[in-house]
């Protein structure tokens, strides 16, 4: 499966289950993550990885989730369907 393909999977799910998903840009901030999801006051930011540990998060990736973090965002990196399942549930 690829990052995309996963992207869109879990996309799907969370929506199934009353979650909003947003693909989420910021053209002058590169470096955040994917997806931003947000169910019933629970916002959610998802950077989505490739299956099987071949995609792996930039210096500048890691750097932006850090600051995320430890200004109290919940930010996560999914390579898969299980562990994606275990944040939304």
């Keep these: ?13 969370a929506k199934a289950c ?4 947003y693909k989420f840009a910021s053209p002058s901030n590169r470096g955040v993550p994917d997806v931003l999801f947000i ?14 540990g071949k995609g792996r ?10 600051l995320m973090r430890n200004n109290g965002a919940q930010v996560y990196v999914v390579d898969s369907e299980d562990h994606f399942d275990a944040i939304i549930s």
């Design 1 to 13: 499966m690829t990052e995309r393909a996963l992207q869109n999977k879990c996309i799907r799910k």
């Design 18 to 21: 009353g979650w909003l998903a």
């Design 39 to 52: 169910y019933e006051g629970r916002v959610v930011f998802i950077e989505f990885k490739h299956p099987n």
């Design 57 to 66: 998060l930039s210096a500048l990736q890691k750097h932006t989730i850090n």
